[in-house]
């Protein structure tokens, strides 16, 4: 039960900060209710608010995800545990309405699945939670508006459960969020079933006080597919992040053609260094791209050699372009225990990999450098364990000590810069 309450949003409007953008939408729906509850001609419906429902988002959930029960079962086998995260949006309402109380009901398509833990709101682990903040461009933070409700929930070890919200005063006009920890076999596919809502609405009439029942008269059904058993194994790899410089800035036919180049050049340089490639996985950004790399490599041969390729595959595929047009990338390598998820990696190096590259100071390196096609950016510890020795063609008297900075992130680090000379 959420017991804090946010700043106050004014009845009828569901605030921008929180609200559910197109691309997370899994349904708009209308909430009606009978015409004859104010007067003649029964039968007709009349439409008393909107509801926007957001994609649930399923993620594993380990051991420290789930509720103290389900963790003991987890140790058993035989069954995967997810997490789903629902969410919904409030919409307006005319002024002499409130919204009472409301009910989110899920039905799940497989009834194998069931539901082992409900709670309103969303409680992670840190690496979990930082994981699912970036698979899903920020919706996460967008819904942490708690609220004074009363949430009662229910459907236990069932597969149809709900969460039903209500409070003394009128419900605000908010994006609520609920959770659901879900024990299935572990050769369940997906996670399928619908969504209903409903709500107890509330009319000022000449004085008096007229309640009634809004549903959505529709089931929404949503489907979310699970990754394979075995796929999601944690081990340690080596983690490569890159950006292009300015891709925002590119009409939509100049960013299809510098993606297609980006690809070029990962692929030349991945070839350069004679990693196999079935191991390879990617993550496709858009403007970048993230690659773990297999467990097991030799980092003192793969790593050298991972530089060099990409500077001879930038400077081949730029040969030909003016200096406005070209390929000019941040790059980062970090290594650690990653773990795939069906919304992409967790682990210490697929967050930090990322926080070094987006640093101030790796930034700053390729701003400062306009004739570089690239700036790479290391860990402290990579720095340490490959390049201080010298292999290959890395040069550590050629690389600069730095501190990582994000400061809105909490993160500082020591790590160490390359910046080829053209």
């Known amino acids: ?69 389900a963790r003991k079962r987890l140790q058993l086998g035989g069954s995967r545990y997810w997490g789903v995260v629902f969410a919904f949006d409030l919409g307006e309402l005319p002024p002499d309405y409130a919204v009472t109380s409301v009910k989110f009901t899920v039905r799940l398509a497989d009834h194998r699945l069931t539901a082992v833990g409900l709670e309103d709101g969303m409680a992670f682990t840190p690496v979990t939670h930082e994981a699912l ?58 996670i399928a079933g619908t969504v209903q809502i409903s709500a107890e609405i509330s009319r000022t009439l000449f004085r008096r006080s007229v309640r009634h029942v809004a549903d959505s008269r529709v089931e929404i059904p949503f489907s979310e597919a699970v990754i394979a058993p075995g796929s999601d194994t944690a081990s340690v790899r080596l983690c490569i992040a ?44 858009g403007d970048g791209r993230l690659i773990v790399l297999p467990a097991g490599i030799d980092e003192s041969q793969v790593i050298p050699a991972l530089v060099d390729g990409l500077r001879l595959a930038l400077r081949e595929i730029n040969a030909d372009f003016s200096d406005h047009a070209r390929l000019r990338l941040r790059v980062a390598l970090d290594r650690g225990l990653v773990k795939r998820t069906i919304n992409g990696y967790v682990g210490t190096s697929a967050i930090g990999v990322h926080r070094i590259l987006d640093a101030e100071a790796t930034r700053q390196a390729l701003r400062g450098s306009p004739q570089s096609d690239f700036v790479l950016i290391i860990p402290d510890h990579l720095y340490r364990d490959v390049v201080a020795h010298g292999y290959g063609t890395l040069d550590p008297a050629i690389f600069e000590r730095v501190i990582a900075e994000l400061p809105g992130k909490d993160f500082s680090q020591p790590a160490w810069l390359y910046v080829p000379k053209p």
């Open 242 to 285: 890159v950006d292009v410089e300015k891709y925002s800035r590119l009409s939509n036919d100049a960013a299809e053609r510098m993606q297609h180049r980006l690809v070029t050049v990962l692929e030349r340089t991945l070839d350069q260094a004679q990693v196999n490639e079935s191991s390879i996985e990617v993550q496709e950004q």
């Open 133 to 190: 903040e970036r698979a899903r461009s920020g919706w996460l933070g967008r819904l942490r508006d708690a609220g004074p409700e009363q949430v009662t929930t229910s459907g236990l070890q069932t597969p149809c459960f709900s969460w039903s919200y209500s409070g003394a005063a009128a419900l605000r006009a908010r994006s609520y969020t609920m959770q659901a920890w879900l024990e299935a076999p572990a050769t369940a596919p997906e």
């Open 1 to 69: 039960m959420n017991s804090s309450a946010g700043d106050a949003i004014p009845s009828g409007a569901v605030a921008q900060a929180t609200e559910i953008s197109d691309g997370d939408l899994l349904a708009e729906v209308d909430l009606v209710a009978p015409e004859e509850v104010w007067g003649p001609r029964p039968g007709r419906l009349v439409r008393e608010t909107i509801v926007r429902c957001g994609r649930p988002l399923v993620y594993p959930a380990g051991t420290e995800d789930l509720p103290v029960p």
